[in-house]
């Protein structure tokens, strides 16, 4: 009867142990699971990572419309600052042309000053030769200021014709033989201004 109380005692001993064996592997089972739902916490923080990428995503998004708004606002400055330039040069352009004739025009005053001293002096002149050569100085003067501004007489009479610089009027008998087909008479001086021909000879031609 001894020997059987302790293989029953012995049974239940083996029980507890078994029991507190399971529970233990249990107890490490659980803990064993959390590290998988850390696991899946660990995916929720991923996702969650993903979230400033999209931040990221609205600030280049915001930082390409303040670019734009930048160069929209340079483009509107650079074509008002034209528009003015525009204005601005075209109103120096239509002065210049209205005044380009301004040096020109002052030293010919030297000129029409001697002009008018000679008419007033005309009516009260009695030597008629200092007349005259009053005029001729004040014409000497006036060729004088037309070579400086580059204004030059065409050389015409008893010159070869040449079209690019004479225009010929009519044809007459040439009064020696050797100016037939030369120019004999010249009806209006042609002129140069620089080296463009302003004005065309108006001549005669001997035949």
Known sequence: MVKKKNNEQEGKLQNEILDKEEI?????????????DSGEGDKLIDTE?????????????EKIQEELEELKDKYLRLS???????????KEKM???????????????????????????INEAVDMNAIKDGMKLIGNKFKNFLS?????????LHQGFNMDLHEAITKIPAPEEKLKGKIVDVIEKGYF???KVIRFSKVVIGE
Request: zero cysteines.
């Open 49 to 61: 990572s993903k979230k400033p990428a999209k931040t990221k995503s609205k600030s280049k998004t």
């Open 193 to 195: 201004l620089n080296d």
């Open 24 to 36: 233990t592997k249990d107890k490490e089972m659980e803990k064993i699971e959390p590290a998988k």
């Open 148 to 156: 400086q501004k580059g204004l030059k007489e065409i050389d015409a």
């Open 80 to 90: 008002a600052e034209f528009d003015n330039y525009r204005k601005r040069t075209l």
């Open 95 to 121: 002065e210049l042309t209205k005044y380009a004739n301004e040096e020109t025009l002052k030293d010919l005053l030297p000129v029409i000053d001697d002009f008018e001293r000679a008419l007033n002096n």
